[in-house]
């Protein structure tokens, strides 16, 4: 990616999927530079989420890392209303000043996906439950996934809990024939 004829490293792809982790696909594509900031010693992103609803998060180290990184390279860290994330012009590899929209973050996806010889039918919605359950079987609480992931109900966040769904070897082996 080239940002005012400057060459970009994939570093806000890699960044904008870290984002997506946790986080609705609308409110990462709806954010602009200056709702990355620093809280103390580390960083915030602050999402607008639906219903008009605004989540502050701290920022993993290495997603902080990957958004300086980006931000530098970019000179977005320089436009504070600007899209965090801005859309590319054509296939110019260049930066607009067009936000994304979530139909571009899917389409983005589903080209690495294709790229990567990896199956069409994740989602940017599938990173979010990959991101709650990788936090679960981490020793994350069912609690603090709900608030990271802003859902008003914690019986929403255990629907995107997937660890019941692994078959295990030792599962199998219980079997008596």
Do not use: W
Request: include cysteine; charge should be positive.
């Amino acid at each position: 990616m080239t940002h005012c004829g400057q060459s970009i490293s994939p570093h806000p792809r890699k960044a904008r999927v870290a984002a997506e982790f946790y986080s609705r696909a609308g409110a990462v594509v709806n954010l602009k530079v200056e709702d990355y900031y620093p809280s103390g010693k580390r960083f915030l992103l602050r999402f607008k989420e639906k219903g008009g609803k605004e989540k502050e998060l701290p920022v993993h180290h290495k997603l902080e890392e990957l958004l300086d990184q980006y931000l530098k390279a970019s000179g977005l860290e320089k436009e504070p209303g600007s899209p965090l994330f801005p859309a590319s012009i054509g296939k110019t590899g260049k930066l607009s000043r067009r936000p994304l929209v979530r139909t571009d973050a899917a389409d983005m996806l589903k080209r690495r996906l294709k790229q990567a010889g990896l199956p069409a039918h994740y989602s940017p919605h599938s990173f979010r439950a990959t991101g709650i359950t990788n936090f679960l079987e981490n020793d994350g609480t069912l609690e603090a996934a709900q608030r990271i992931a802003g859902h008003a109900d914690s019986r929403t966040t255990k629907l995107y809990d997937r660890r019941g769904q692994k078959v295990l070897l030792e599962d199998m082996e219980r079997i008596r024939y």
